[in-house]
Structures are given as C-alpha cells and as structure tokens.
C-alpha cells in the first residue's frame, strides 16, 4: 500500500493553463466516507478506478492509498452506492519541476467556482517552486476534500 503525501492550494488565476501539457475529465463518487477512510469509484476520461484511502494526519498531508483499475461498466454500476452526491471536474496536469507536476482541479456542478491545484510529494518537507498563480495552501482543510465537497458543495459555502 502506498503512502500519499500531497500538498493542496486554491488557485489565483487561469495562467497555468499557459503551461499545461495535458487535462482529463474526471466523475466520482464516495461509497463510503467514515471516520477519515475513504472508498472513491472514480471515472478518469473513458477509465474506471477504485480507490481506498485511510484518515490523514494531524497535518492533512500524508494517508495510506490502494488504487486499483476497474471496468468501466463496474464503476458506472458502483456510482449507485454512492453517498452523497457526484464530484465532477478537469483535471490539468502542468508540470512543477524535479519530476512532480501539478494537478489543478477545475470543478463543475454544485462545486462550479472551485479551482484548486495539489502536487504530490517524496516527503511532507519536499521543496517545491510556487509559481505565481499557486494561491492559499489548504492542505489539511477538510472542506476541501472531494469527499466533503459531495455532502457540502462549495455552491453553498457562505461568501
């Protein structure tokens, strides 16, 4: 089982569009979310995924992850044990340099208006350029968990 270790920011503005190499779209859903463990289907472009992750620590940076691929007919058929709602988004790799890349999250739906970028990382003290339109760093911020956005879509966040 892997560890992820990833960081999470809101995004300033579109210029990282200037330097994208590459977008997919993505659909999913939580079969279930309790006490900090996951279990994601997810439809990445024309591909079915199942994903299990456990709590985070006390830094939201690092969780336990197993990812598998599945058909495509299974994961359309598991989106019906989903609790909560759906998540939809773009997803657009731009490279950060040392081998990372960034992946900014453009959101559809209920989550319209949300555009937040994470980089997964070696270690929780990796050094990472920030380019310039990196914004506020929400790693840890539980709002900004997919999982959350499902029961408490960012349409409803008071502004």
Request: charged fraction near 30%; include cysteine.
């Amino acid at each position: 089982m892997n560890i992820e270790t990833e960081r999470k920011f809101l995004v300033r503005d579109s210029s990282y569009k200037d330097f994208e190499t590459g977008s997919h779209l993505i659909k999913q859903g939580y079969i279930a979310h309790d006490s900090g463990n996951t279990v994601r289907v997810r439809i990445l472009d024309e591909k079915g995924i199942l994903t299990i992750k456990g709590p985070s620590g006390p830094d939201g940076l690092s969780r336990k992850e197993w990812e598998m691929e599945i058909p495509l007919s299974d994961a359309e058929d598991l989106f019906t044990l989903c609790k909560g709602g759906r998540v939809e988004k773009r997803r657009h790799i731009v490279p950060a340099g040392n081998g990372r890349c960034f992946e900014i999250d453009e959101f559809f739906g209920d989550n319209e208006g949300l555009v937040m970028a994470e980089i997964e990382l070696g270690s929780a003290d990796e050094a990472f350029e920030k380019p310039s339109w990196l914004g506020q760093e929400v790693t840890g911020d539980r709002r900004y968990y997919n999982s959350y956005l499902t029961k408490c879509p960012f349409k409803m966040w008071p502004r």
